[in-house]
């Protein structure tokens, strides 16, 4: 599985972001979906996740009640939905599919990677 994460920039708190990430792949629904990010000089960190059909996900409490996950596997897409957008919340944002169905806030658990897209919120 390839993935391609987009749709990074500049926001001012407050605002709102919605990242893409395009899995190549025509195994891409079988595959449990993360969201990880990273700051500068801190560890890569758990976001969210969905289960292959979407029933099922995940969210770091940092993030609860402000960013969805959600999937659309006919298109092989899995979005994240970033509302009320807080200086912290900057970081490169990645990707990433598991094979296991089961939650993972690790990211060494995950075994197929996005290459980043920035997010950057001004205060």
């Known amino acids: 599985v390839q993935l391609q994460a987009s749709g990074g920039g500049l926001v001012q708190a407050g605002g709102s972001l919605r990242l893409s990430c395009a899995a190549s792949?025509?195994?891409?629904?079988?595959?449990?979906m993360g969201w990880f990010r990273q700051a500068p000089g801190m560890e890569r960190e758990f976001v969210a996740d969905i289960s292959w059909n979407g029933g099922t996900t995940y969210y770091a409490d940092s993030v609860k009640g402000r960013f969805t996950i959600s999937r659309d596997n006919a298109k092989n897409l899995v979005y994240l939905e970033m509302d009320n957008l807080k200086p912290e919340d900057t970081a490169v944002y990645y990707c990433?599919?598991?094979?296991?169905?089961?939650?993972?806030?690790?990211?060494?658990?995950?075994?197929?990677w996005g290459q980043g897209t920035q997010v950057t919120v001004s205060s």
């Open positions: 792949g025509r195994t891409f629904s079988s595959y449990r």
């Open positions: 990433a599919a598991k094979a296991s169905p089961f939650s993972s806030r690790w990211a060494s658990t995950y075994d197929y």
